[in-house]
């Protein structure tokens, strides 16, 4: 069998499953670090402190770029795609409501690749680190055919991080901020329709310069929220991944997912779609309670709840008219291998 | 100008100054984990703990091998390469003196790779974390065109990793094993010549299947080494590297590195050269004063004193024979995007 019919998602589960039986997806045996969080969440966790006052978790998480499947250069440049790369990672870390530190960085690449384009990589990772407080700390730089980013990063967190398998029946399920956005400005920069400019502007920003939401999520974290990740692969499909790691089924209201004006603008037909199913978001998805749900609502501007944690199939994913009825035929996944 | 000519080791230099202008290679405001091994050594580290008795710093380190670069099908089955790749991150720990944790693996796969071929590939990796003590925590997979596994691995010290910039004027100098034996292996794997049966097991095993030194790296730790690293690019080019971090300079006895009997009976005129500059060897070099060095040399069976730190042009390395007189034309340097 290839690796395009079992699919990216078929491979870490059987990969997982051979490292469950191995005995190596969990501590060492005597290990005075105990992971805490393995595979399938955002990152990976260990404790390494337990003192009182001091409790600490190290937080470990990595995201790959390679030339012609995640970018291309029409799209992203070199700049661009130094600011994204460490943006998938800082956005893990927030996902877990932690305090990203320091980054190991690994260059692919080609012999005849221009030393300013490399530059350019960096100064885009440069800008985000300084913007986000992490560091560089090492890393590796290999000859490769083929151009690739590999970043990792750690992080802490000094209390309870958030999982994708921590939501409960009742929850309220809320985002940080609009969506859809950064689907839209891809399509601009694909096709240069003829779109007004200050649409433009800001969706391709959005595409662009996507935003970690670090500070947010330690925020949800502060607030008590047990249940997030980042949605990456865009709300639903994300949404579902939650919904199967916590063995429940989710409601989306579609009228409260918060769609940004100039998207609606530029795109009034499928606004909606792009901000139901577009990738490379960034916004954190969470559920909790709602008396904590409300907290987080008062504490940040953006946020909104979309809708709410039910029982049902695990994973699956409904989404409703202003009138409460189902709306049928909307794509809830992507699959690098298969698609 | 293109990278090649520029060099892997030349962009590494301008990548470093560019962060270190940027404030981004040290530790950011305010960090309660202040990073204390940046760029440049075989691990990042930085403190996760400072109470009395429980002294703890975090390492880090990654390492990746990218298909038809690093390694062939026809010299690397997929098994052995899975247990390469965690050997060359298992030995960047141990040439801090740490004791290795959690491993985030990367996989860039064609889409026709056959999944058969991943499982051994993982199979290779769950060996070696089994035997090691390590454990897989998490990762990821992206589709490339072409194959490559980036493998980054965190361990733990609690006391004062070895560094390649603590050589000091008047360290003896020692390796923890034989050198050569993974190149001879290389030579035999690619050229098929004749050699009697019990050195090709053995040569082939050497390349094949290198072993970190992981608890030889606890033990110089613990004895007090302060000036160490690991053998991955060749003796003598390893040593420049470890000379140059120190701003020392070095002298080999060529008859004292250690041989094996193996390597010369199947390459009796170049077992030595090879000894000197073949790479993918996983021995650790030191450096420590006579009384320490004593103490290493008596608990590490294998280990064996080959030369001294002298006063002089940092990262000159020279090569005597048993008379005392420097042997000339040997090669001390690798650089896979100018070679």
Same mark, same amino acid.
């Given at each position: 069998m290839e690796l395009r019919e079992l699919g990216e998602f078929g491979l870490i589960q059987r990969l997982t499953r051979m490292l469950a039986e191995a005995g190596v @997806? &969990? /501590? *060492?045996?005597? @290990?005075?670090f105990p992971l805490v969080i393995g595979i399938g969440d955002d990152a990976a966790a260990w404790r390494i402190a337990a003192w009182r006052m001091n409790d600490a978790i190290e937080l470990s998480t990595t995201d790959t770029v390679v030339d012609g499947v995640h970018f291309t250069r029409e799209t992203t440049p070199w700049h661009d795609l130094g600011w994204k790369v460490m943006v998938a990672n800082l956005s893990d870390i927030a996902a877990m409501g932690g305090v990203p530190l320091y980054a190991l960085v690994t260059l692919g690449l080609p012999e005849d690749t221009p030393v300013a384009d490399i530059e350019l990589l960096y100064q885009g990772m440069i800008e985000c680190c300084r913007e986000y407080g992490a560091a560089i700390a090492g890393g590796d730089v290999v000859r490769s055919p083929v151009a690739f980013v590999s970043v990792t990063l750690n992080g802490v967190h000094h209390g309870q991080p958030m999982l994708r398998s921590a939501a409960k029946v009742g929850d309220l399920l809320a985002v940080t901020g609009f969506l859809g956005s950064s689907r839209g400005g891809l399509e601009l920069l694909i096709?240069? *329709? &003829?779109?007004? /400019?200050e649409a433009a502007i800001y969706l391709c920003q959005a595409h662009r310069r996507p935003r970690p939401r670090v500070a947010e999520g330690r925020i949800l974290s502060e607030a008590g929220v047990l249940a997030g990740m980042d949605i990456s692969d865009g709300l639903l499909d994300d949404l579902g991944k939650m919904m199967v790691a916590s063995g429940m089924a989710a409601q989306v209201d579609s009228w409260r997912v918060p769609v940004h004006p100039l998207l609606l603008r530029a795109f009034p037909d499928r606004a909606l779609r792009m901000a139901l199913a577009g990738g490379e978001e960034y916004e954190l998805l969470y559920a909790a309670p709602a008396p904590v749900m409300e907290m987080t609502i008062a504490r940040i501007p953006g946020a909104a709840v979309i809708g709410r944690v039910v029982a049902g199939a695990p994973g699956q994913v409904g989404v409703l008219d202003h009138d409460g009825r189902h709306l049928p035929g909307l794509d809830a996944g992507w699959d690098h291998f298969r698609s």
């Open positions: @997806a &969990t /501590s *060492p045996k005597g @290990a005075s096709r240069h *329709p &003829t779109v007004d /400019s």
